[in-house]
């Protein structure tokens, strides 16, 4: 079953390729009926190691024409790695930093020493790793944090107060939150500019509307006006920030990127499954995300209990951290007899080795912006289950999905089909590895980040603040 192409491969040469609707799917020709046993063609990806070095794709584009520039940044987040179960931003800003100090830039972090939902801490204190210098503030108040998800790092704003001067910008990975204040207060006091990149996160949305509300009104607006820039990821958010009354000036549209895998994951075949006890012919679903109801974990195992009936050789993986929702869904898969594995957070390695030996990747969210998790799925050359709605309008143009709404018998049916249709599979996948390679890769974010960092530190009035 685990039959998938080299997502280097280009897309042009399919060909006879036809459109059809069915029950809420876009689907593309027909392929032959899966035998449910292991075939042999070999899909050759990258091992991404546990340590953090990342480093540049060798097949996209080099940095030479920006290694003169040696831009200085801080960026401030409440969450940094090794912190990866707060979702896609936090490895966003791991990639995003190791990058910009890979490719010459002085490189600083704050953050919090918070490392799970839970509230579990690392210790407090600087460090330097991969030429980044990261400070990881105390945060105190943990029962604060478990019911209300604010961090308060005191020790942070004291620093806003001393200003260092050695930093030409400030760069903030959230938008609401004590410590993209401190950064606001720091960029103000130092009079230097400020990008604010809100990964999404500018619409309010997930309850707290009230206490998100009053937040904008306090310091919101003000990050706003003197942001120099704002990154969003696509014309969708940046609509939304329209809608906030944010000049259009002020605006930049920069997709996420992921580390386009490269030719060495041989190794890593066989290993998840292996680790799992799942055997070489059975039909591997996998969800990568946090395990909460907003996610569409529910109705994802009711989709996967009908595709089961029809296929018993059939397992779900759910991978990720919980957030408030693995419990009952293992109660649930238990009571309807399905069979699910839940290995929790992978990184590294691990993550690479799920993406390698799974058939089809599920994002069932309704509610998503641009998600990493499925960038990397399309990465390693995978066929995407998912609605409409939440993939990129690039994977949407390019067909590179088999988009189903967020519905049992919906995503049922997509799963059927392409555990049906070996062909289906390998279109679906290299057109997805292709829109990354074009549109989402790590050397594409950063050179827009580069570029935009060249922008504002050139601006007039750079050094003075910004205002509307």
Same mark, same amino acid.
């Given at each position: ?42 899909? *050759?990806? *990258? ?68 490392? $799970? ?169 996998? !969800? ?9 974990? !529910? ?36 009571? *309807? ?50 609605? *409409? ?30 555990? $049906? ?48």
């Amino acid at each position: 079953m685990r039959k998938r192409f080299w997502p280097g491969a280009s897309p042009s040469g399919i060909q006879n390729q036809s459109r059809q609707v069915s029950t809420g799917l876009v689907t593309r020709g027909s392929g032959d009926s899966a035998t449910g046993s292991p075939d042999h063609e070999s899909t *050759q990806v *990258q091992r991404v190691p546990q340590k953090h070095s990342l480093l540049f794709d060798r097949r996209g584009p080099a940095l030479g024409a920006r290694e003169s520039r040696r831009v200085s940044s801080l960026h401030v987040s409440p969450y940094f790695r090794p912190a990866y179960g707060f979702g896609g931003p936090i490895t966003i800003s791991d990639l995003l930093t190791s990058c910009l100090a890979e490719s010459g830039c002085r490189v600083g972090v704050w953050t919090s020493n918070v490392v $799970d939902s839970t509230g579990a801490r690392v210790t407090a204190g600087i460090e330097t790793a991969d030429s980044i210098t990261i400070r990881r503030y105390a945060y105190f108040l943990r029962s604060l944090f478990q019911t209300s998800s604010i961090l308060l790092t005191p020790r942070m704003a004291f620093d806003t107060l001393v200003p260092r001067h050695e930093e030409q910008l400030v760069h903030l990975h959230d938008f609401r939150s004590f410590q993209a204040m401190c950064g606001f207060w720091y960029a103000r006091r130092c009079r230097i500019p400020l990008v604010l990149q809100p990964h999404g996160t500018l619409r309010i949305v997930l309850g707290k509307e009230r206490l998100k509300r009053l937040y904008d009104r306090l310091f919101g607006r003000a990050i706003l006006r003197y942001a120099s820039r704002i990154v969003v990821l696509s014309e969708a958010e940046a609509e939304e920030a329209r809608r906030l009354q944010v000049p259009a000036r002020k605006l930049k549209i920069v997709p996420n990127g992921v580390k386009l895998p490269g030719r060495d994951a041989n190794s890593l075949r066989g290993s998840f499954r292996r680790r799992h006890n799942i055997e070489g012919n059975v039909v591997l679903v996998l !969800f990568m995300g946090r395990i909460r109801e907003s996610k569409g974990v !529910f109705f994802l195992l009711d989709a996967f209990a009908r595709f089961s009936k029809l296929r018993p050789n059939s397992i779900l993986a759910v991978c990720g951290p919980d957030d408030g929702a693995a419990f009952l869904l293992r109660n649930l898969a238990a009571r *309807q007899r399905v069979r699910v594995v839940m290995p929790g957070l992978l990184t590294g390695a691990e993550k690479s080795a799920a993406f390698v030996d799974s058939d089809i990747f599920c994002l069932p969210s309704p509610m998503e912006t641009q998600s990493v998790a499925l960038l990397e799925a399309a990465s390693y050359g995978m066929p995407i289950v998912c609605p *409409q709605e939440s993939a990129p309008s690039q994977f949407v143009s390019a067909e590179a999905c088999l988009f189903a709404p967020p519905d049992a018998a919906a995503i049922s049916a997509a799963f059927a089909r392409l555990a $049906d249709s070996a062909d289906m599979r390998r279109e679906l996948g290299m057109r997805a590895a292709h829109v990354v390679k074009e549109h989402f890769s790590a050397n594409r974010l950063v050179e827009d980040v580069l570029g935009l960092y060249d922008e504002v530190v050139r601006e007039p009035g750079s050094q003075r603040g910004h205002n509307w």
